[in-house]
């Protein structure tokens, strides 16, 4: 353990060197600022960042709009490190400790297994952030499937509509678990010698007969009633 922070020491002064950004050239003077003026370079600023080898510290470029008073370290964007302390691989780190325990053994499961310090409140945090982010980004593809414009049929009629239901446990005597058809319900084998239940998948087949007034087919149950799947 004392080598592997030993190295850790050594990685993390290495990546701090690299981290050093020049002062930019005459001609990345000025960056656009969102507020439509342009945002003007004022010195290089230090921050630092826990990353998997440690903490380090990084010098990068700062601009500020003298319009909006908005300040910019486009290095923090292009790293993923904006507003936040933690490397893109050390988040990751705490939010799969923040999702597999309590915060507190979160803490210091990142002590043991990656030689890193942090605070319970930092998995919390983090692993918080990235759920909620997680949780933005399927509301967003939720949203997206419900605006979707599916053409409607305009008198094309659909020949066969197919609607495939999942399977659920049934209770059944002894007799009823070999396989058999009834009223469009395939009844499984259960699996087990003496299982009291069996499963159930059933299926459905729409057959277009006759458009409704809105021009929709009007479903009805296929004749040649329900298999097994
Ligand atoms: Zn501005």
């Known amino acids: 353990m004392a080598f592997r922070?030993?190295?850790?020491?050594?990685g993390a002064a290495a990546l701090s060197e690299l981290l050093r950004f020049p002062v930019?050239?005459?001609?990345?003077?000025?960056?656009?600022?969102?507020?439509?003026?342009?945002?003007?370079?004022?010195?290089?600023?230090?921050?630092?960042v826990l990353t998997a080898l440690g903490w380090v510290q990084m010098w990068r470029p700062y601009y500020l709009c003298p319009h909006c008073?908005?300040?910019?370290?486009?290095?923090?964007?292009?790293?993923?490190?904006l507003n936040t302390e933690f490397s893109p691989g050390v988040r990751r780190m705490l939010a799969l400790v923040g999702q597999e325990m309590p915060f507190r053994q979160g803490r210091e499961q990142m002590k043991l297994r990656a030689d890193l310090e942090v605070t319970a409140k930092s998995v919390e945090r983090t692993a918080e952030a990235l759920g909620a982010d997680i949780g933005q980004r399927q509301q967003a593809q939720i949203q997206q499937a419900l605006e979707l414009n599916l053409p409607a049929p305009e008198?094309?009629?659909?020949?066969?509509?197919?609607?495939?239901?999942?399977?659920?446990?049934?209770?059944?005597?002894?007799?009823?678990?070999?396989?058999?058809?009834?009223?469009?319900?395939?009844?499984?084998?259960?699996?087990?010698?003496?299982?009291?239940s069996s499963e159930t998948r059933r299926r459905f087949t729409m057959v277009n007969s006759r458009p409704?007034?809105?021009?929709?087919?009007?479903?009805?149950?296929?004749?040649?009633?329900?298999?097994?799947?």
């Open 24 to 48: 930019p050239a005459r001609e990345r003077g000025s960056l656009p600022c969102p507020c439509g003026q342009r945002a003007d370079y004022q010195e290089l600023r230090s921050g630092a």
């Open 155 to 196: 008198n094309q009629p659909i020949p066969i509509l197919y609607v495939q239901m999942d399977g659920t446990g049934v209770p059944v005597v002894k007799k009823e678990t070999d396989p058999r058809m009834n009223s469009g319900t395939c009844l499984l084998p259960a699996t087990e010698s003496r299982a009291s």
């Open 5 to 10: 922070s030993a190295l850790h020491r050594a």
């Open 212 to 229: 409704t007034d809105g021009g929709w087919p009007t479903p009805r149950r296929s004749p040649v009633g329900q298999k097994c799947m």
């Open 69 to 81: 008073h908005s300040g910019q370290f486009p290095v923090d964007v292009e790293l993923d490190v």
